[in-house]
């Protein structure tokens, strides 16, 4: 058994620890509710120009023209991953879960026939790409808590221009997948994928409520703003990702504090344990010198 001074000093380096995952579950638990802010700010943008798709998309197809970003390619060879990652560990299982999550979908097109190119966006994530020896197209690192759309346009045009069909009718990209953290409520967070590109008819396509002139065409029109629809969709993504790290680092450092409560419960037993036998142990040494001297 370790001696009482040893078992103290172990308590108070496990305290210090237990301060540290205090603060740092306060800091997360600010920036997530911030994050969340960011996350419902930009809502009311992203559902307007859903219903505006949705309009733009059910006269497009009446209209027998398709945009190329919502016509799919005949055959799939050529797949595109953008890959959501924090740029930080010490979030629980989020950073595993990801990376195990791609590494399935990486593995399943293969299986196909399929090459895959990855679009990271999050260091954690790149760094896996890069371990594993994947082709990485493009990368964004270092965004912060609240990132600009201007900073996200990088990624959402790679995955755009990749997919449309150049000048000689040639693309890089068959599909594009999004794979990122899903934020399910403050408990869980957990690995979402979906189809990126082409772009899915938004549901509300299939009635119009409303008719409306558009200028200087409705072609036109949506030309402009399905572009910048995919960069919406990729933000919003971004964002709740971040949501999603700050609320699975608060749990995680609130897990780490309380085990440090426990741990320091039973390093205390013990040195109350270790104390009282040296106690016990130095009265039985001096009852028995003393019965040596009188004798």
Do not use: W
């Amino acid at each position: 058994m370790a001696s009482a001074r040893e078992i103290r000093r172990r308590i108070k380096s496990v305290k210090n620890t237990g301060k540290i995952t205090k603060a740092m579950e306060l800091v997360s638990a600010s920036k997530m509710r911030r994050a969340q802010r960011n996350v419902l700010a930009t809502r009311p943008y992203a559902d307007r120009l859903y219903d505006v798709m949705g309009e733009l998309t059910l006269r497009s197809m009446g209209g027998g023209t398709k945009h190329p970003l919502l016509q799919p390619h005949p055959t799939v060879t050529r797949v595109a991953l953008i890959l959501i990652t924090p740029d930080r560990g010490l979030c629980g299982a989020l950073n595993s879960n990801l990376t195990r999550a791609a590494a399935r979908f990486i593995t399943d097109q293969k299986s196909q026939g399929r090459s895959v190119s990855v679009i990271a966006i999050g260091k954690k994530g790149r760094d896996f790409i890069l371990r594993v020896g994947q082709k990485l197209d493009s990368e964004i690192i270092g965004l912060g808590d609240a990132p600009p759309l201007v900073d996200v346009l990088p990624a959402a045009t790679t995955a755009i221009n990749g997919y449309s069909p150049d000048a000689s009718g040639n693309y890089d990209y068959d599909e594009v997948y999004l794979l990122c953290a899903e934020f399910v409520n403050t408990l869980v967070q957990r690995p979402k994928l979906r189809r990126f590109l082409p772009v899915e008819a938004p549901g509300n396509a299939g009635a119009t409520k409303v008719d409306y002139s558009y200028e200087p065409s409705q072609e036109d029109v949506l030309d402009q703003l399905l572009p910048r629809f995919i960069e919406v969709q990729l933000y919003q993504a971004i964002l709740e990702s971040i949501a999603s790290e700050h609320s699975a680092r608060m749990m995680a450092m609130r897990n780490a504090n309380d085990n440090a409560k426990e741990l320091v419960r039973d390093l205390t037993l013990t040195y109350n344990k270790a104390r009282q036998a040296a106690i016990t142990t130095e009265i039985s040494e001096i009852a028995a010198g003393a019965t040596a001297l009188n004798q």
